[in-house]
């Protein structure tokens, strides 16, 4: 199915790290560019990481800059986020969204979004 499907979310605790991961059945995938976002209770929905089809361009919030990294592996459809030095505030459900666009850093231009993977960080 087109729909991403994401996985690896759970309960940690600040400082820990978690990969998560989501895959998609996008004919081209290569082509896609990709994205995570996140959203806690009663919060809109807020971009994370970008990467770009050929997976050299990335882009990051200055919430996660320095401690999340996003790539992704054109070979096995799958993208990935890696949180390191996790805090309590990064408490949220994940979300991955892939667009037509080779390049897309905001919510608009995604067409496709997965039902989310919740990530819990206790102290």
């Known amino acids: 199915q087109v729909q991403p499907v994401e996985s690896g979310g759970g309960s940690v605790q600040a400082g820990d790290s978690l990969t998560l991961s989501c895959t998609t059945s996008?004919?081209?995938?290569?082509?896609?560019?990709l994205g995570w976002f996140r959203r806690t209770a009663g919060t809109e929905r807020e971009f994370v990481a970008a990467i770009n089809a050929a997976g050299v361009s990335t882009d990051y919030a200055d919430t996660i800059k320095g401690r999340f990294t996003i790539s992704r592996d054109n070979d096995k459809d799958t993208v990935y986020l890696q949180m390191n030095k996790v805090k309590i505030e990064d408490t949220a459900v994940y979300y991955c969204a892939a667009s037509p666009l080779s390049y897309c850093t905001g919510s608009a231009c995604y067409n496709f979004w997965g039902q989310g993977t919740p990530v819990t960080v206790s102290s």
């Open positions: 996008i004919r081209t995938f290569d082509g896609y560019g």
